[in-house]
């Protein structure tokens, strides 16, 4: 499985940005699909995952009532919706596919990032 993260950019703080993250290689509807976090000298963090089938979604307590995660398996796709930004959302985004939930080890396939920055 191939995971491809976009839509990533520049943002003030208030305002919205929708990642997206596209697979190829095989379908991803048997697995969990998750987002996760990396700030400048911060380790990586859970932010949103969500079941196979979408009926069950998991976020940070840090983003809850803010980002929506979302997936749409007959495209192969899944997306973060994120609003009322804040400058401590800056960071690089993975999209992974696995079956972990909210645990980063237990997923197997990861997007190469994309960088979302909140301005103040």
């Known amino acids: 499985v191939q995971l491809q993260a976009s839509g990533g950019g520049l943002v003030q703080a208030g305002g919205s940005l929708r990642l997206s993250c596209a697979a190829s290689?095989?379908?991803?509807?048997?697995?969990?699909m998750g987002w996760f976090r990396q700030a400048p000298g911060k380790e990586r963090e859970f932010v949103a995952a969500?079941?196979?089938?979408?009926?069950?979604?998991f976020y940070a307590e840090s983003v809850t009532g803010r980002f929506t995660i979302s997936r749409d398996n007959a495209k192969n796709t899944v997306t973060l919706q994120m609003n009322s930004l804040k400058p401590e959302d800056t960071a690089v985004y993975y999209c992974?596919?696995?079956?972990?939930?909210?645990?980063?080890?237990?997923?197997?396939?990861w997007g190469q990032g994309t960088l979302v920055t909140v301005s103040s």
């Open positions: 290689g095989r379908t991803v509807r048997s697995y969990a």
């Open positions: 969500i079941s196979q089938s979408g009926g069950n979604t």
């Open positions: 992974a596919a696995g079956s972990g939930y909210t645990r980063e080890q237990a997923y197997t396939y």
